[in-house]
């Protein structure tokens, strides 16, 4: 067994360091504060060659994996620049399409896609169903002249005004009508100006350079060329997706955990309080050393997830208990570190508090966490299912 990086991987994962020379924590909190998208790092990602780090080289991306997608974004989270956009554009739509789509599919989307010009959101929420996926409504109702005609209601869809392309997950059988619960769902690329489609962005507590929004299709006007794989057999699709999401967004909460540790340390090591450093106190080491340890732990996890899945074995056990363990080092994380800065880390100088609400978004999204216990306790052990 080998845990070490190539030269390749070790250049990706220290790249996080040479973009944040540029595009630092300040800017990415600058932009978050007044939701704007960061379009010069995004755009500086992209002329790297990172957006299409899963994408085949024959369509303007490496041709790499999901550990080297894991690596870039643990990267650039150990930087304090997170970006939810790669996991809903690079990782989730655009890998999927060099994986799932048809020959004209990928030339027309990915170079676009790679080289930052074409972006993607990925459409499965909706405000009925929930978490409850099996219960969407959306339908792409099939005509007889083998269209389809897209109505209903996505939610919280990161990037949706932003981006040129949605990837929606919909039914094309509503889940009355089919004999298996995952029957019935198709994937279907839509373009976001197509005529029917109504978005407003939800005022969101959150402070994030990406927006959230509401998606409404209206007899949207689809064909065979929208269909991303087999109409029908979207469900086995949509899983190729979730467990890469869950590894990325993992990733994101351990980098995110680093940071914070990072910074806690050398605030730690130079503030003196009754004489001595603070960070002599075993009272502030200790949370710092248990969360270092359970941050290393999740990212371990998740690089096996990504690992798995790269080597087409089955990754849903690890990508499920590397997000919840990530999930709950980065909060840790983060928490043990504000601890350390006193007041100061309640203030706009230092920062740390506002790392805590992305970190606490991933104990609820994209999956939240007592649904990654299910999956752990009905799939990967064996018990009854509680729900
Ligand atoms: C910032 C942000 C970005 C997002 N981006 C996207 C995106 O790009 N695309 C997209 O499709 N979606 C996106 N989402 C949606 C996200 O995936 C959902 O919010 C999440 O899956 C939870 O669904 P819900 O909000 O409907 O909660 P609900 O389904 O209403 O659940 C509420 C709570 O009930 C509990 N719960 C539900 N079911 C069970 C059960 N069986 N057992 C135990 N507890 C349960 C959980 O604690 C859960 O948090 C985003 C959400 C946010 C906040």
Same mark, same amino acid.
């Given at each position: 067994?080998?845990?070490?990086?190539?030269?390749?991987?070790?250049?990706?994962?220290?790249? *996080?360091?040479?973009?944040?020379? %540029?595009?630092? #924590?300040?800017?990415?909190?600058?932009? !978050?504060?007044?939701?704007?998208?960061?379009?010069?790092?995004? *755009?500086?990602?992209?002329?790297?060659?990172?957006?299409?780090?899963?994408?085949?080289?024959?369509?303007?991306?490496?041709?790499?994996?999901?550990?080297?997608?894991?690596?870039?974004?643990?990267?650039?989270?150990?930087? @304090?620049?997170?970006?939810?956009?790669?996991?809903?554009?690079?990782?989730?739509?655009?890998?999927?399409?060099?994986?799932?789509?048809?020959?004209?599919?990928?030339?027309?989307?990915?170079?676009? !896609?790679?080289?930052?010009?074409?972006?993607?959101?990925?459409?499965?929420?909706?405000?009925?169903? @929930? %978490?409850?996926?099996? #219960?969407?409504? %959306?339908?792409?109702?099939?005509?007889?002249?083998? #269209?389809?005609?897209?109505?209903?209601?996505?939610?919280?869809?990161?990037?949706?005004?932003?981006?040129?392309? !949605?990837? $929606?997950?919909?039914?094309?059988?509503?889940?009355?009508?089919?004999?298996?619960?995952?029957?019935?769902?198709?994937?279907?690329?839509?373009?976001?100006?197509?005529? /029917?489609?109504?978005?407003?962005?939800?005022?969101?507590?959150? $402070?994030?350079?990406?927006?959230?929004?509401?998606?409404?299709?209206?007899?949207?006007?689809? *064909?065979?060329?929208?269909?991303?794989?087999?109409? @029908?057999? =979207?469900?086995?699709?949509?899983?190729?997706?979730?467990?890469?999401?869950?590894? +990325?967004?993992?990733?994101?909460?351990?980098?995110? /955990?680093?940071?914070?540790?990072?910074?806690? $340390?050398?605030?730690?090591?130079?503030?003196v309080?009754f004489d001595r450093p603070?960070?002599a106190y075993?009272?502030?080491?200790?949370?710092?050393?248990?969360?270092? %340890?359970?941050?290393?732990?999740?990212?371990? +996890?998740?690089?096996?997830?990504?690992?798995?899945?790269?080597?087409?074995?089955?990754?849903?056990?690890?990508?499920?208990?590397?997000?919840?363990?990530?999930?709950? !080092?980065?909060?840790?994380?983060?928490?043990?570190?504000?601890?350390?800065?006193?007041?100061?880390?309640?203030?706009?100088?230092?920062?740390?508090?506002?790392?805590?609400?992305?970190?606490?978004?991933?104990?609820?999204?994209?999956?939240?966490?007592? &649904?990654?216990?299910?999956?752990?306790?009905?799939?990967? &052990? =064996?018990?009854?299912?509680?729900?």
């Amino acid at each position: 067994m080998d845990f070490d990086l190539s030269p390749e991987q070790t250049m990706i994962y220290e790249y *996080g360091k040479s973009l944040a020379r %540029t595009y630092d #924590r300040a800017y990415w909190m600058e932009n !978050a504060e007044i939701r704007r998208f960061p379009e010069e790092m995004y *755009g500086q990602i992209a002329a790297d060659g990172f957006l299409g780090t899963m994408v085949p080289d024959a369509y303007g991306g490496s041709g790499l994996g999901m550990m080297e997608m894991l690596l870039f974004q643990e990267g650039i989270a150990n930087e @304090g620049v997170p970006l939810l956009s790669l996991v809903v554009g690079a990782c989730m739509s655009m890998s999927i399409i060099g994986e799932r789509g048809t020959e004209k599919q990928k030339q027309q989307y990915l170079p676009g !896609a790679c080289a930052g010009d074409i972006r993607f959101c990925f459409a499965i929420t909706e405000p009925d169903a @929930g %978490t409850n996926s099996i #219960r969407i409504s %959306t339908l792409a109702k099939p005509t007889p002249d083998g #269209r389809f005609k897209l109505s209903g209601a996505k939610t919280f869809i990161t990037d949706a005004g932003e981006s040129d392309f !949605a990837l $929606v997950v919909a039914r094309t059988t509503p889940h009355t009508e089919v004999k298996r619960k995952t029957d019935g769902f198709t994937l279907f690329i839509v373009d976001s100006k197509a005529r /029917g489609i109504e978005m407003q962005p939800i005022p969101m507590s959150i $402070v994030l350079p990406e927006m959230q929004y509401q998606v409404f299709f209206d007899d949207v006007d689809l *064909g065979p060329e929208n269909v991303l794989g087999e109409v @029908g057999k =979207g469900f086995d699709i949509l899983f190729e997706s979730l467990n890469p999401e869950r590894i +990325l967004g993992g990733a994101l909460c351990s980098g995110l /955990g680093r940071y914070a540790m990072g910074k806690a $340390v050398e605030y730690a090591n130079d503030r003196v309080v009754f004489d001595r450093p603070i960070g002599a106190y075993q009272a502030l080491q200790h949370p710092l050393a248990r969360a270092k %340890t359970e941050v290393e732990m999740a990212s371990l +996890l998740a690089r096996k997830a990504a690992w798995l899945f790269d080597n087409d074995m089955p990754c849903g056990a690890e990508a499920n208990m590397a997000k919840l363990a990530a999930s709950e !080092a980065g909060i840790k994380a983060v928490d043990a570190s504000l601890q350390c800065f006193g007041g100061n880390g309640f203030t706009k100088e230092y920062g740390i508090f506002d790392l805590y609400p992305l970190v606490r978004l991933t104990k609820t999204a994209p999956i939240n966490n007592e &649904m990654i216990h299910n999956y752990i306790g009905e799939h990967v &052990m =064996g018990l009854p299912r509680s729900y």
